[in-house]
């Protein structure tokens, strides 16, 4: 199984500035079969990026993934308010059991 | 719009069972692979259960192997989860999530989620 670890566990930022948020994987993840997801208390988790870095429909052009092989990010660019919440990674390289990593939480400062 | 409800989500009592319904709106059902994905309180996201968008495949975490049944009915757009011999660990909110791309396991679709207490 592919462990995904993400760092920090918790980022404390004010609106405007710029997150980045870490996800390692302990072993490599092919093809960057790599997604990202933003989750709020009580709701659902959202998809943002694929692909390791491809946006999903509707995902603003602040938030964006890069990365390969084991080590994986995810920037958003300038905060807005809404942006605070927990944030995911997801390997789906691996069969059959795709995996989480524990992930981030954006706070404001 | 694109849409996932689950229900039948509640109490139940160690050893007992729980079937959980998710409906499908808004899209092709019988075009998508289907997942459950649970999240027990305070932890992070685990992959439970697939099946494939003819329902003739199935694949299991280790810990739903044996005790967990997942099936759908492109007729009704309904995918289901039954739990069986439930334990104290499978206390979590259960999503349902549409398979993004056929093949590739990650989601663009999840449903709000059906909490599941398993307790004494």
């Known amino acids: 199984e592919i462990v995904l670890t993400q760092s920090p566990g918790t980022l404390s930022l004010s609106p405007g500035e710029r997150a980045t948020l870490s996800c390692r994987a302990s072993?490599?993840?092919?093809?960057?079969?790599l997604a990202w997801y933003q989750q709020k208390p009580g709701q659902a988790p959202r998809l943002l990026i694929y692909?390791?870095?491809s946006r999903a429909t509707g995902i603003p052009d602040r938030f964006s993934g890069s990365g390969s092989g084991t080590d994986f990010t995810l920037t958003i660019s300038r905060l807005e308010p809404e942006d605070f919440a927990v944030y995911c990674c997801q390997q789906y390289a691996a069969s059959p059991s795709p995996t989480f990593g524990g992930g981030t939480k954006v706070e404001i400062k | 719009q694109v849409q996932l409800l689950e229900s039948g989500g509640g109490v139940a009592q160690p050893g007992r069972s729980l079937r959980l319904s998710c409906a499908a709106s808004?899209?092709?059902?019988?075009?998508?692979?289907m997942h459950w994905v649970r999240q027990a309180p305070g932890k992070g996201l685990e992959w439970v259960a697939v099946?494939?968008?003819?329902?003739?495949?199935?694949v299991y975490a280790d810990s739903a192997k044996g005790r967990f049944t997942i099936s759908r009915d492109n007729s009704q757009n309904t995918v289901l989860l039954q739990m069986n011999s439930l334990r104290d660990g499978d206390s979590a909110v259960y999503f349902c999530?549409?398979?993004?791309?056929?093949?590739?396991?990650?989601?663009?679709?999840w449903g709000r989620g059906a909490p599941v207490t398993v307790s004494s």
């Open positions: 808004g899209f092709s059902f019988s075009s998508h692979g």
């Open positions: 692909g390791a870095s």
């Open positions: 099946i494939s968008s003819h329902g003739r495949t199935m």
């Open positions: 999530a549409r398979e993004a791309h056929w093949g590739q396991w990650y989601f663009d679709v």
């Open positions: 072993q490599s993840i092919n093809n960057n079969y």
